[in-house]
């Protein structure tokens, strides 16, 4: 298999899932400035979309989005309980968290990273995600995970992009819920080792 990357990137959440579930792989880096692999291929002859994260698996069929390539990737090693199983109401409620933190997280992270958004649109979406982090802290208490006592691929998802309000000013140092939730993912052997293999600070 090959999952293809950006370090630090939404790419980070399989990365850190497929070392949980133990599946071999490479990684290959793909810049989404340049759109090229180091090897100097077009990555948009791979992924038309020019993004990350991509995963190429052995029959060379391709999976795309995030959410959808860490199910797949949890599904390949059930008994790590990285997803419940298809079909129960736990999964759904799996799937409920992915998407929670895709379009109400993630997606609201991109206009901070535009230098052309104007600082009183990047105000807007600051609040708005601070808002959705309180959210987040509150499901948090009591709890180890987001789904209870078992780390899910949703966790690795939550971790990446929370990683990122530090570089775009959303302040969540007041929710301690979530910072014990961070220093509790960041410590997972799995996780240490996608942060390394990107070359990012721990």
């Given amino acids: 298999m090959k999952l293809y990357y950006s370090p630090g990137a939404c790419s980070l959440s399989p990365h850190i899932a497929l070392y949980e579930a133990g599946l071999p792989f490479t990684a290959v880096l793909a810049s989404t400035k340049t759109k090229k692999l180091q090897d100097g291929t077009d990555y948009t002859t791979i992924n038309p979309k020019g993004y990350v994260p991509l995963l190429e698996l052995d029959s060379?069929?391709?999976?795309?989005?995030?959410?959808?390539?860490?199910?797949?990737?949890?599904?390949?090693?059930?008994?790590?309980?990285?997803?419940?199983?298809?079909?129960?109401m736990a999964r759904y409620h799996?799937?409920?968290?992915?998407?929670?933190?895709?379009?109400?997280?993630?997606?609201?992270f991109s206009p901070l990273f535009n230098p052309a958004m104007?600082?009183?649109?990047?105000?807007?979406?600051?609040?708005?995600?601070?808002?959705?982090?309180?959210?987040?802290d509150q499901q948090l208490e009591g709890k180890d995970?987001?789904?209870?006592?078992?780390?899910?691929?949703?966790?690795?998802?939550?971790?990446?992009?929370?990683?990122?309000?530090?570089?775009?000013?959303?302040?969540?140092?007041?929710?301690?819920?979530?910072?014990?939730?961070?220093?509790?993912?960041?410590?997972?052997?799995?996780?240490?080792q996608a942060i390394k293999a990107e070359g990012l600070p721990g």
């Fill in 60 to 88: 060379g069929e391709r999976l795309s989005e995030g959410p959808a390539i860490v199910q797949w990737i949890a599904d390949q090693a059930p008994a790590k309980k990285l997803a419940p199983p298809a079909g129960t």
């Fill in 145 to 192: 995970y987001l789904m209870g006592s078992d780390f899910t691929v949703a966790d690795g998802y939550l971790f990446v992009v929370t990683r990122w309000c530090g570089f775009v000013g959303v302040d969540v140092s007041a929710l301690k819920n979530l910072a014990a939730y961070m220093a509790r993912v960041g410590a997972r052997p799995a996780v240490q």
């Fill in 118 to 136: 104007p600082e009183e649109g990047k105000a807007v979406y600051r609040a708005r995600l601070a808002d959705r982090f309180k959210y987040v």
């Fill in 94 to 108: 799996l799937m409920e968290w992915l998407n929670f933190i895709t379009s109400e997280l993630h997606k609201s």
